[in-house]
T-cell receptor, first 110, second 112 residues
Framework: GQSLEQPSEVTAVEGAIVQINCTYQTSGFYGLSWYQQHDGGAPTFLSYNGLDGLEETGRFSSFLSRSDSYGYLLLQELQMKDSASYFCAVRDNYGQNFVFGPGTRLSVLP | DSGVTQTPKHLITATGQRVTLRCSPRSGDLSVYWYQQSLDQGLQFLIQYYNGEERAKGNILERFSAQQFPDLHSELNLSSLELGDSALYFC???????????FGPGTRLTVL
């Protein structure tokens, strides 16, 4: 079956850099996405990696290594508003299923 | 505001009942996805429709069904409701079949 693992909680201070890791076990891997969800809100798309390497979008970057079944989300210049839950999600079974990780709760301290 | 709308925002019903959740995708988006989010099970993918046809299926119970209409809005029908069905139900849409997804605000279902 499919499974994704992420740390449950991460804490950092404003201005710092934080990395949230995601490891996955799937069949027919089709890509790794990252979503942000604030308390009481809906998930919002952050980044997608279909191929190995780094994707950069402003303060956020995401990395994928398909051979290691591993990816991470890198958040730079942390701001208080970045406090939220972050989910990695895999499209697998050749695009026929979406599986979300359990989420990582990021707390940014002043 | 993602442009995806869901109604109702809140729904309270009793066990054994049936409810219908509605979703209108962003203008131009052909794919609609349904997700269930509960505290103990996280975000679970239920089903995807693309231009009116079922495209992908996740862990959707047999008591649940969905459809996408010609105007591309979608409905999720939940029947024989159980206490464990209480959750936040999200709809998302995307332009194609494999693009980034834009989530609606969700419908909070409470089964008493």
């Amino acid at each position: 079956g499919q499974s994704l693992e992420q740390p449950s909680e991460v804490t950092a201070v404003e201005g710092a850099i934080v990395q949230i890791n995601c490891t996955y076990q799937t069949s027919g891997f089709y890509g790794l996405s990252w979503y942000q969800q604030h308390d009481g809100g809906a998930p919002t798309f952050l980044s997608y990696n279909g191929l190995d390497g780094l994707e950069e979008t402003g303060r956020f970057s995401s990395f994928l290594s398909r051979s290691d079944s591993y990816g991470y989300l890198l958040l730079q210049e942390l701001q208080m508003k970045d406090s939220a839950s972050y989910f990695c999600a895999v499209r697998d079974n050749y695009g026929q299923n979406f599986v979300f990780g359990p989420g990582t709760r990021l707390s940014v301290l002043p | 505001d993602s442009g995806v709308t869901q109604t109702p925002k809140h729904l309270i019903t009793a066990t054994g009942q049936r409810v219908t959740l509605r979703c209108s995708p962003r203008s131009g988006d052909l794919s609609v996805y349904w997700y269930q989010q509960s505290l103990d099970q996280g975000l679970q993918f239920l089903i995807q429709y693309y231009n009116g046809e079922e495209r992908a299926k996740g862990n959707i119970l047999e008591r649940f069904s969905a459809q996408q209409f010609p105007d591309l809005h979608s409905e999720l029908n939940l029947s024989s409701l159980e206490l464990g069905d209480s959750a936040l139900y999200f709809c998302a849409s995307s332009p194609g079949q494999f693009d980034e997804q834009f989530f609606g605000p969700g419908t909070r279902l409470t089964v008493l």
